[in-house]
């Protein structure tokens, strides 16, 4: 097996277990929050409803974490086995976020653990929500860590090589690269959105077959909200994102639009097909990449002639763009449109076919993280490093990269298999009219 091989198997090996792993991660930032949100809507309603809701999400919420944790140690593995180069420089300049990264998890991981194992231990709920800020407040910084090191990524600095060594290292200063405030904001915005649209769809999916309960309702409206102000959220951070490639990465920006020469006045693509450098059968949008790039419709806009051809992202990765944008719209419509009529008590928000177009709201919410992601990482081809270490020469010269593939794709099968039926047998055992009838009971004899 050659270099050539080894790099290219060890990028589809950290793509399989990126695209899984980071279901889990969007999870684990976004649920601690709307199970905070949902036990403060509870206590401050008087109502059971939202606590049994913060209740079960928590016990679903440990299955993935458990879960992330496994593949979370696999991406340290892999990084080690698979970029040994990479991590020799990078091990030396950014290693301290990573370090943080740990203690982030274990503080969230003991909070977590108290908060589970108190309920009804306090005769003031308000005492029980404080131990949720921790949570939130860890599972948080573990990904603002994170990111910042995929940041770094995007934008090093931090650091000079003379004569083939590294001098002059600064870790704060790489820590805090220009990519680092769009990337985290938008990270942990899409992780939000994400986790609402996911409960969301558990919602209607239960209403679907036919639970009408209040229950239902009221966990359905909740999340659909939070989508709405996060999908609008996402939607601000996107447009921040587009001025920073602009001006850090201008050629990933390009080869996502499809902008070959650089223009004033340049018009936004969407979708279509590129046939050679001729784009067809898209929808064109007058000014809107020069008001994306800088805010202004008669800005310039740099285009691909301007950089080596080898230099230049895959052009594919446009489609990876227009998918996250589209799905992000549609969201953002969706939600408005299901609050407005939910307030308006409009009938149509309670058909079927609109409940399953809520179902779908969650997939659909995977479906552009992922893309997101890939546009992230393909979109920095063909550097890891950008500017200074290309993919190929970080890469491993192992020729087990192929065995090691089959084995982690085994793992993350039977952990993906394993998740599903877990939490679909927990809560078929116990289904919330079976709580919700037991704690009547204890209401009732406690007032007896």
Partial sequence: MGIEDSA???????????????????????????????????????????????RRWARGFVITVAVGVVTGTAIGLQLSLLWPNFMQLAGNVIALPLF????AFFFEAIFLGIYLYTWDRFEDQRKHLLLL??????????????????????????????????????????????????????????AFMT?????????????????????????????????????VATALIGDFSGKYLAEYQPEK????????????????ILFGVLDGEDVKYAIEIPYALSILAHGTPDSEVIGLEEFPEDEIPPLWIH???????????????????YVVAAWRNWSFARTKLFRWLLLLSGPLALVAIEAGWWFTEVGRQPWI????????????????????????????????????VVLTRMYRRNPVEKELAAREADKGGDRQ
Avoid: C
């Fill in 253 to 268: 920006l390009a080869a996502a639009e499809w902008h070959f020469e650089t223009e004033e006045e340049a018009r936004l």
């Fill in 133 to 190: 800020i921790p949570v939130a407040l860890g599972a948080a910084m573990s990904s603002v860590f994170i990111t910042i090191v995929n940041s770094f990524m995007n934008a090093p600095q931090g650091f000079e090589v003379l004569n083939g060594e590294l001098v002059n290292i600064s870790p704060l200063l790489a820590m805090f690269s220009p990519a680092v405030p769009t990337k985290v904001a938008h990270v942990m915005a899409t």
């Fill in 385 to 420: 490093l950008r500017g200074y270490m290309k993919t190929s020469e970080a890469a491993t010269t192992s020729g087990q990269v192929d065995l090691m593939i089959i084995l982690f794709a085994g793992l993350y099968f039977i952990l993906g298999v394993g998740t599903i």
């Fill in 319 to 337: 489609y990876l763009f227009d998918t996250m944008v589209t799905i992000g719209m549609w969201l953002a419509f969706l939600s408005f449109v």
């Fill in 8 to 54: 290219f198997l060890s990028r589809i090996l950290t793509l399989l277990t990126l695209s899984f792993h980071i279901i889990y991660a969007t999870i684990g930032v976004g649920v601690p929050l709307m199970i905070m949100i949902a036990q403060w809507v509870g206590i401050k309603k008087k109502d059971d409803h939202y606590i049994l809701l913060a």
């Fill in 100 to 103: 943080m990264e740990v203690f």
């Fill in 195 to 231: 986790s609402a649209f996911l409960l969301a769809s558990i919602a209607a999916l239960r209403m679907l077959r036919g639970s009408d309960h209040v229950y239902h309702k009221k966990a359905l409206f909740l999340t659909m909200k939070l989508g709405l102000v996060f999908s």
